[in-house]
């Protein structure tokens, strides 16, 4: 029996935009569905399905998680520690793993009851995966989420430091607009 926490595939859920069928639920086309529609990136169900198997691979911690789904998304995509450690306790609490002291953090192992989730919903789990795997192929060529990211921490670095004064404020700002420009122009 599932998880109540763990929605059925195509059960959808109350308050959000327009959804499609499938493993994805509430998400249009897969896991980079609209965000005009949904603010998230992923089905709850589906993420939870995802790190639940991550663990089912090996043990591991919730920043291993958070890494690992950044990096299969080449940097695109990275699930925030606000969304990974409840989801980790929650999966904890319905008795699918278990949680060990490793130093300062904690690593979550799957127990007997995760191994038969997962192999009740292997099909389910193998769909996402090839969902994600097709929905990421794009970004391994392109790998435009590290750049944003370094940009997005570049900008924010110059900002918070204070030291732009009004000359170097209006050369950021026309750095951005033109960069902008130059991306609507592509």
């Known amino acids: 029996m599932a998880p109540p926490f763990i929605r059925p595939?195509?059960?959808a859920e109350s308050g959000c935009g327009p959804r499609a069928a499938g493993l994805f639920g509430r998400h249009r086309g897969g896991p980079f569905g609209s965000r005009a529609t949904c603010?998230?990136?992923?089905?709850?169900?589906?993420?939870?399905l995802v790190v639940l198997g991550m663990i089912g691979e090996e043990p591991?911690?919730?920043?291993?998680?958070?890494?690992?789904?950044?990096?299969?998304?080449?940097g695109a995509y990275s699930p925030s520690p606000g969304s990974i450690y409840p989801m980790l306790h929650m999966l904890?609490?319905?008795?699918?793993?278990?949680?060990?002291?490793?130093?300062?953090k904690r690593r979550f192992a799957i127990l007997d009851a995760g191994k038969a989730y997962?192999?009740?919903?292997?099909?389910?789990?193998?769909?996402i995966n090839a969902q994600l795997e097709q929905a990421s192929e794009p970004m391994e060529r392109m790998s435009l989420g590290e750049a944003v990211r370094a940009l997005r921490s570049a900008l924010f670095t110059k900002i918070r430091e204070g030291a732009l004064g009004p000359e170097g404020t209006e050369?950021?700002?026309?750095?951005?607009?033109?960069?902008?420009?130059?991306i609507e122009r592509l």
């Open 9 to 11: 595939p195509g059960e």
């Open 171 to 182: 050369k950021l700002r026309d750095i951005l607009v033109k960069a902008r420009q130059d």
């Open 60 to 74: 591991r911690h919730g920043y291993e998680i958070i890494k690992g789904l950044r990096a299969r998304f080449h």
């Open 118 to 127: 997962l192999d009740e919903h292997k099909a389910e789990l193998d769909a």
């Open 39 to 48: 603010a998230r990136m992923f089905d709850s169900g589906a993420l939870r």
């Open 92 to 104: 904890e609490g319905a008795g699918l793993v278990a949680s060990t002291s490793w130093g300062p």
